[in-house]
């Protein structure tokens, strides 16, 4: 291992360890004979709350009026498929993520079960896709914090795109100066976040019971059928795209083999829950047909019918924590990514330089970061960030299907901690459902996804077809 102490950077020589490398794994750190990996500091606590506080979002803020004016009340049932589908692929990612406790996730976890060629098309498409939600998100915030000033009757409409560019700036320097940070931060955010949510429904589902405040609307809980459970069920998948960013800085989670897991498993139950719980509480409130009206509004207004002004602005302020939440998770994984490429020697190898002040991959964090900040300041993200969760769908399928290819000619080196319950017909399911869900997608987001892993296929035929990858750490 070299040493630049003008540039405070570590090089870590080799980006790829040979075989004959000897490995020392601790609920710490992973050291390497010539290089030191990230130091492990998210515990279980944090894990979750990158889990949680990438998916709550719009299955909430979102979802609740689109979702009821397709199925009724069997909205619920919509979200609790949309989980169970998460978990037949969160289930094999946990295998994974314990046999390969490494940054990068699903890129890590596909490059080794299909080789390079997939892996460096995930890996360049995780780094874009997060980049492209990571926006979304930033712009969200600033859309939310216009809304909060909004009901007070202030004005700062002109401020969102500002708004947006100073906190993913604020984000990126925060994972810069430590991942403890930024893993503080989420865990005080999300912290909030679920206090606001859970006193809201569980205040809902009180009165949706009769409990108090006045009796539910009563309503058919099936009114259009069967099929738009289904088809509602595809729509509000995309709520659950975020377990997998647990994966994605599995490097720096202590104790992976029991923390992993615990994290992937438990972000998309508890989210599944409060998806499923928010629905009741929305439709009991006004009724389908009504709580369609209000469209992507439509939580505000069942939280202004249960406490008022005050209600309202909570629930906004709700929307404002999750998308900050989102973006700080996102940031911190897409930077892990182009980490776990840059190691790989799948592209230039000072991405995967490390502060030497902080020990973090700062170079990959602006390479996250940076993006960001230029897709914000241009506005239109709403397609991409329906592209990234093309890219999301593609990835969880090779996950899946990389997890049978290791099952069924597993390498020397394969020993989860975890083994994923219903093998092969769990990892078979979350492969097929997550291929399906890109069939529901617009065109244009269809296209422009291709066309990224078009790009980065390409980019491994020019630049990285030769790399042979040796060996897991």
Request: contains cysteine; neutral net charge; hydrophobic residues 55%.
């Amino acid at each position: 291992m070299s040493l630049t102490d003008d540039l405070g950077e570590v090089d870590d020589g080799k980006t790829v360890p040979t075989e004959a490398e000897t490995v020392e794994t601790t609920a710490e750190t992973t050291v390497y004979e010539e290089s030191v990996e990230l130091e492990r500091t998210i515990g279980l606590t944090g894990a979750l709350a990158i889990g949680v506080g990438t998916m709550v979002g719009a299955g909430i803020f979102v979802f609740p009026g689109l979702a009821a004016g397709r199925a009724g009340p069997a909205a619920a049932i919509s979200f609790a498929i949309g989980a169970v589908v998460a978990l037949a692929v969160a289930l094999p990612t946990a295998e994974l993520a314990t046999a390969m406790p490494r940054s990068g996730g699903g890129y890590f976890f596909i490059s080794r079960g299909l080789g390079s060629g997939f892996g460096t098309v995930v890996g360049t498409s995780l780094w874009l896709g997060l980049v492209f939600a990571s926006a979304f998100y930033l712009v969200g915030f600033g859309s939310y914090a216009a809304a909060v000033f909004a009901e007070a009757g202030i004005s700062l409409s002109g401020l969102v795109t500002p708004l947006g560019l100073l906190f993913g700036a604020v984000l990126t320097l925060l994972s810069v100066t430590g991942t403890e940070n930024a893993a503080k931060l989420q865990n005080v955010v999300v912290g909030v976040l679920l206090t606001i949510l859970v006193t809201f429904l569980g205040y809902g589902s009180l009165s949706a019971l009769g409990v108090v405040g006045s009796r539910a609307v009563p309503e058919t809980f099936a009114p259009f059928g069967t099929a738009p459970i289904l088809t509602t069920a595809a729509l509000v998948f995309t709520s659950y795209l975020g377990f997998a960013q647990v994966a994605t800085v599995a490097g720096e989670v202590k104790n992976p083999a029991r923390n992993l897991p615990l994290a992937m498993v438990g972000s998309v139950l508890a989210v599944g829950a409060l998806y499923v719980t928010t629905i009741f509480v929305a439709t009991s409130a006004f009724g389908s047909e009504r709580l369609s009206e209000f469209g992507q509004t439509a939580i505000v207004e069942v939280a202004r019918s249960f406490f008022g002004f005050g209600g309202a602005v909570a629930i906004l302020v709700a929307g404002l924590l999750a998308t900050l939440s989102s973006a700080n998770a996102s940031i911190l994984s897409s930077s892990r990514a182009v980490y776990a490429l840059s190691r790989d020697r799948l592209v230039p190898r000072w991405p995967a330089r490390l502060n030497l002040r902080y020990g973090t991959p700062h170079i990959a964090l602006v390479a996250a970061g940076g993006p960001v900040l230029v897709l914000v300041a241009v506005g239109e993200v709403q397609v991409l960030a329906e592209v990234a969760s093309f890219l999301h769908l593609v990835m969880y399928a090779l996950m899946c299907v990389a997890l049978l290819v290791l099952r069924r000619s597993p390498p020397e080196w394969y020993d989860p901690a975890f083994r994923t319950p219903g093998h092969p017909v769990t990892p078979a399911v979350g492969a097929l459902a997550s291929f399906a869900l890109v069939f529901f997608m617009r065109p244009l987001s269809q296209f422009v996804g291709l066309l990224v892993m078009v790009v980065s296929g390409g980019w491994y035929l020019y630049y990285a077809r030769d790399v042979r990858l040796k060996g897991v750490f």
